[in-house]
């Protein structure tokens, strides 16, 4: 599944020569794989370089040969200790231990060795006692299994009053399913459909009760074993059972057939109603499906976990005027008179059934052959035209997997849908891949950033054929496995198929993003453990997509390309068709490691424990200290203190820097050539999931050398030190008048990753201050913010522009000076406006530019009637959503509370876009507090529309909260939040934006006097 607003942050392309020098450069050597001598270290309390896998990167090749005595003597060199440090050890960390017996000046006396030494053996002495008289199951995934007896007693009882046969939210392992037969009757008419299903099933362990998955339908008869039977149903858990009362034979199959009805879903899940207006004006219905995660059990009743994977076979009735379309291509239609047709499928692959999908629509098509595979790109006949970049698109792309994986796409046919009101950005349903129109369809008024989007959706929906279809997580808490892979699959394949995509500066920003959300408290283990649909529904968050993508790229880059890919080639081939867990993952890859590595003793580190370490950089003459901590923006708030990470660590130096100088730095064998060293860059390129904080002399050193030169560093390493520092800020570490003096050397930068990190993180704290209404504090922050990229944002062309690096970065430029008001950018959007209005919309707008022509047009009377005209009639999605971002943009009262109540009733604006409307309205002063009425107000139908714990509910709760900086809004929020109880008080967003409020509090208490006195 792909979650809309994932895309919300500006997508920064990246200079391609740099990167691809970095890329291809031959010296950067992964010491890790090749120190076999270099064990990982199971010893959790101290950390040192030879357990931490350090990596070097930069050494020459003519010293391969010799690369672990040069990892060794260079980290001796540099003197470097690594300790792991909790905030509630800073004390012990200041004294630090340093490596074993290091032959050099760098060596710390063995007497403070010997001390810490003594206290690890202590400390292990006591876990060890902890753990033998600690209950075993406490450490179990699972916890201890409730086998009491008396709970046995407490069945549940059935509508009908009899007792339900099942106590548990997860059902029984006893009966597995095999076939499932499924005909569907749906009516557009009048939003129902009548459906039958037999479902063929094994029994795996001697049983009396059969229990499944159903919701809210009405079961008209039931047969088992053909003679009829009386359903049991319990509705809180969305199951219904069988009891019978001759015990199930092991091995045996048993067939269960259920007649049923029920009406169409009218929120975004199951078998849903979805309807368009068409270029006539006439509003056109179809019926569409969206499973994941727990939507299946609408459609039919059915075995609904991942783990129970079946073969499907489907048939849909359908009247002349549609055409019907499943996971399958279709076999047969036969007319079954009163103009109905019956569609049959062909028999599936075996699949979990939140998988299973079919659209029932008028729709027209594009095809192609791919590898034996018939592609084809559906959409409503009036958008047919904007199908083409799609179909060569995933032609490309599905090429690439095929190669890439080694198993070609297993099916003869995929198909590609763009639904007109669909809530998620896309969903992997195996053969039949539904996409929101605006994340398929590409049309005349699309920028290549427009392109960039639809490219990732799609190869973000076409790698979930392997990872989640192919090779399915057992269950949703390791929802990760399919995200995390499917995300990064999307950077990785469009980086290596679509280059002039420049997608790697939108893979920094969304690491800058996932590092962002782990960094509060409120955060998960990537792999946590779900149960209620409510838990299962949270998982879909940044966590689990962007975290999920980070921590595969620092592992790939820590076992080397080719390694990765061939533990990955070896996961899919080993589990085709099963079900796994994280371990598996890790497992395949250690295999191929050479020598043998322990990729789960690293990696669990990463995906058991919430957050990620900051390293903190000490240095004491020619002595580089490193210490380890969890990195949490309040600490006072932190419930783990313990965390540790096998970190990857990578650095460059003012030595060595970049490929042609490194070459030779690796010449000094001695230790006077470290010691001239001025300044350490960790986490080379941010391909590692961990911040840095270098200590004031250290953070000097970088920005001396930076005002010098900006290019000693490549330009994620500059992104990546703007952003580490503003989160350094916000948790204390670092004072906000250091930050001000990193940002000093902008005034040379001219890449686009460092140049809109800066201005979003600006942005940010302006927004803060906007909220405020600090008119004063908000017009000096506007004009520091014009001093810094002032001259950057008038010398912008407005012209079109081909390279989407240059897009992305006057894209954010423009943005921000039009919507602060500086001349020089409303004045040329006005004019681009009228030029766009009097022509008649033929003179175009460049792509990228649009949102922001329209946001200051939308600005007037006349302007904002103009584009609600257009925004009713276009028929290009991206227009559509510029426009409507251009028109909840305005400052107008009565207009903001009317576009909210449209989206929210979804007659003027269709409801998906409600969470774009309510974040572009909070941008705006004007609208912040409308805003948050409108949430409060509307509670109860914005959770009948979007689930509790979904997307669009957290982006909702977000977008609402998470600028107010005042102790009168933290009670009004907490207050609100926690009068609603079950309906969601107890989600983790809610937790989310309190903290983030907290923090917005104290930040304003540390920094606004500085603001006063540096801006
Ligand atoms: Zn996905």
């Known amino acids: 599944e792909f979650p809309f607003m994932f895309f919300k942050r500006a997508p920064l392309p990246r200079n391609m020569i740099e990167n691809s020098m970095f890329e291809e450069e031959p010296d950067v050597v992964d010491l890790a794989k090749e120190s076999p001598s270099y064990p990982i270290d199971s010893d959790d309390v101290v950390y040192e370089p030879r357990s931490s896998r350090l990596l070097v990167r930069g050494l020459g090749e003519n010293d391969l040969d010799e690369e672990e005595e040069d990892y060794e003597s260079s980290a001796r060199l540099l003197g470097m200790s690594f300790m792991n440090r909790s905030s509630s050890q800073r004390s012990a960390?200041?004294?630090?231990?340093?490596?074993?017996?290091?032959?050099?000046?760098?060596?710390?006396?063995?007497?403070?060795?010997?001390?810490?030494?003594?206290?690890?053996?202590?400390?292990?002495?006591?876990?060890?006692?902890?753990?033998?008289?600690?209950?075993?199951?406490?450490?179990?995934?699972?916890?201890?299994?409730?086998?009491?007896?008396?709970?046995?007693q407490l069945y549940p009882k059935a509508s009908n009053g009899e007792l339900f046969p099942w106590t548990g939210l997860r059902l029984p392992a006893s009966v597995h399913p095999v076939h499932y037969e499924i005909s569907l009757q749906p009516n557009l008419t009048a939003m129902t459909f009548q459906g039958s299903v037999a479902i063929s099933m094994v029994v795996l362990q001697e049983t009396n009760k059969i229990v499944l998955h159903s919701y809210d339908m009405k079961i008209i008869n039931s047969t088992f074993q053909d003679e009829k039977v009386n359903i049991l149903e319990y509705k809180p858990w969305q199951q219904i059972a069988i009891k019978v009362s001759k015990e199930l034979k092991k091995g045996e199959i048993y067939v269960l057939k259920i007649h049923y009805s029920a009406n169409l879903s009218n929120s975004y899940d199951g078998l849903y109603n979805s309807s368009y207006i068409d270029t006539n004006g006439k509003r056109r219905v179809l019926a569409a499906t969206q499973f994941e995660p727990l939507a299946a059990r609408k459609a039919f009743p059915c075995f609904d976990e991942p783990a129970f994977k079946a073969s499907f076979v489907i048939k849909i009735t359908r009247e002349a005027e549609y055409i019907?379309?499943?996971?399958?291509?279709?076999?047969?239609?036969?007319?079954?008179?009163?103009?109905?047709?019956?569609?049959?499928?062909?028999?599936?692959?075996?699949?979990?059934?939140?998988l299973v999908a079919f659209v029932v629509a008028n729709l027209s098509s594009v095809s192609k052959n791919v590898s034996n595979t018939l592609v084809s790109v559906y959409a409503v006949p009036d958008k047919k035209d904007q199908t083409h970049y799609a179909l060569e698109t995933v032609a490309k792309l599905l090429e690439f997997y095929n190669r890439f994986f080694e198993i070609t796409y297993p099916l003869s046919k995929l198909d590609l849908v763009g639904i007109p009101d669909f809530l998620a950005g896309a969903m992997e349903n195996w053969g039949l891949i539904t996409f929101r129109e605006t994340t398929l369809l590409i049309g005349d008024h699309s920028s290549p950033i427009d392109k960039q989007l639809v490219t990732s959706v799609i190869a973000h929906e076409l790698a979930h054929q392997w990872f989640g279809n192919l090779v399915t997580m057992r269950w949703w808490n390791d929802l990760w496995l399919n995200e995390g892979f499917a995300t990064y699959m999307q950077y990785m394949s469009i980086e290596e198929v679509f280059p002039e995509l420049d997608i790697d500066n939108e893979f920094l920003s969304v690491r800058f993003k996932a590092l962002a959300k782990d960094a509060l408290n409120s955060s998960h283990p990537l792999s946590t453990k779900v149960y209620t649909p409510e838990e299962v529904a949270e998982m879909f968050d940044s966590v689990s997509y962007e975290k999920g993508a980070s921590i595969l790229l620092m592992l790939k880059a820590t076992l080397s390309k080719v390694a990765f890919r061939k533990g990955v080639i070896e996961y899919l081939k080993r589990y085709r068709g099963l079900n796994t867990q994280s371990e598996d993952l890790w497992m395949s890859l250690s295999q191929v490691t050479n020598p043998h590595t322990d990729v789960a003793e690293m990696m669990n580190t990463w995906t058991v424990q919430k957050g990620f370490p900051l390293v903190t950089v000490n240095r004491t003459g020619i002595q580089v200290n490193l210490m380890q901590e969890h990195f949490v923006l309040n600490a006072d708030n932190a419930t783990d203190h313990s965390n540790l990470w096998h970190i990857p660590l990578t650095y460059v130096s003012d030595i060595c820097n970049n490929s042609s100088s490194c070459k030779q730095v690796f010449l000094?064998?001695?230790?006077?050539?470290?010691?001239?060293?001025?300044?350490?860059?960790?986490?080379?390129?941010?391909?590692?999931?961990?911040?840095?904080?270098?200590?004031?002399?250290g953070w000097r050193a970088l920005i001396i050398a930076l005002?010098?030169?900006?290019?000693?560093?490549?330009?994620?390493?500059?992104?990546?030190?703007?952003?580490?520092?503003?989160?350094?800020?916000?948790?204390?570490?670092?004072?906000?008048?250091?930050?001000?003096?990193?940002?000093?050397?902008?005034?040379?930068?001219?890449?686009?990753?460092?140049?809109?990190?800066?201005?979003?993180?600006?942005?940010?704290?302006?927004?803060?201050?906007?909220?405020?209404?600090?008119?004063?504090?908000?017009?000096?922050?506007?004009?520091?913010?014009?001093?810094?990229?002032?001259?950057?944002?008038?010398?912008?062309?407005?012209?079109?522009?081909?390279?989407?690096?240059?897009?992305?970065?006057?894209?954010?430029?423009?943005?921000?000076?039009?919507?602060?008001?500086?001349?020089?950018?409303?004045?040329?959007?006005?004019?681009?406006?009228?030029?766009?209005?009097?022509?008649?919309?033929?003179?175009?707008?460049?792509?990228?530019?649009?949102?922001?022509?329209?946001?200051?047009?939308?600005?007037?009377?006349?302007?904002?009637?103009?584009?609600?005209?257009?925004?009713?009639?276009?028929?290009?999605?991206?227009?559509?959503?510029?426009?409507l971002q251009a028109l909840a943009s305005t400052q107008d009262v009565r207009k903001i509370v009317w576009i909210l109540k449209a989206a929210l009733d979804g007659s003027e604006i269709q409801t998906p876009e409600l969470p774009l409307v309510i974040s572009t309205v909070c941008r705006h002063s004007a609208g912040y507090l409308h805003a948050w009425d409108f949430v409060k107000e509307n509670w109860d139908k914005l959770t009948q529309k979007f689930s509790i714990g979904s997307f669009p509910l957290q982006s909702i709760i977000m977008s609402t909260t998470s600028q107010f900086s005042t102790k009168t809004h933290l009670d009004e929020v907490e207050r609100f939040f926690g009068s609603l109880k079950e309906r969601g008080s107890k989600m983790r967003s809610v937790q989310e934006a309190i903290e983030t409020i907290k923090l917005n509090i104290q930040w304003m208490d540390r920094n606004l006097v500085t603001l006063w006195k540096w801006l």
């Open 324 to 354: 019907s379309l499943s996971n399958m291509p279709k076999v047969k239609t036969t007319p079954l008179g009163d103009g109905l047709f019956e569609d049959e499928f062909e028999k599936s692959v075996n699949m979990s059934t939140y």
């Open 668 to 697: 000094f064998k001695d230790k006077t050539g470290l010691r001239c060293m001025k300044w350490l860059k960790f986490n080379y390129r941010s391909d590692g999931f961990y911040i840095v904080d270098y200590g004031e002399q």
């Open 707 to 883: 005002k010098e030169n900006v290019n000693v560093l490549p330009h994620e390493d500059r992104a990546a030190l703007i952003n580490n520092i503003f989160a350094l800020s916000r948790s204390d570490r670092v004072s906000f008048r250091q930050v001000l003096n990193l940002l000093v050397y902008l005034k040379n930068e001219t890449e686009t990753a460092p140049l809109t990190e800066a201005l979003t993180q600006l942005n940010h704290i302006f927004m803060l201050l906007d909220k405020r209404s600090d008119l004063l504090l908000v017009s000096r922050m506007t004009t520091y913010i014009f001093t810094v990229f002032g001259d950057l944002m008038d010398s912008q062309s407005w012209e079109e522009e081909s390279s989407v690096s240059k897009q992305a970065l006057r894209s954010a430029l423009l943005e921000t000076a039009c919507h602060l008001g500086r001349p020089n950018c409303t004045n040329q959007a006005n004019r681009l406006f009228v030029q766009w209005r009097t022509s008649n919309k033929t003179e175009h707008i460049p792509g990228d530019l649009l949102k922001t022509v329209l946001s200051v047009a939308a600005q007037t009377e006349k302007g904002w009637q103009v584009l609600l005209d257009t925004y009713k009639h276009s028929i290009y999605d991206s227009e559509k959503r510029k426009t």
């Open 93 to 152: 960390a200041a004294s630090s231990y340093t490596r074993q017996q290091p032959s050099n000046s760098c060596s710390v006396p063995s007497a403070k060795k010997m001390v810490v030494g003594i206290l690890v053996l202590v400390i292990i002495a006591f876990v060890a006692m902890f753990i033998y008289f600690v209950p075993r199951c406490t450490f179990s995934k699972d916890g201890c299994q409730k086998t009491n007896s008396s709970i046995e």
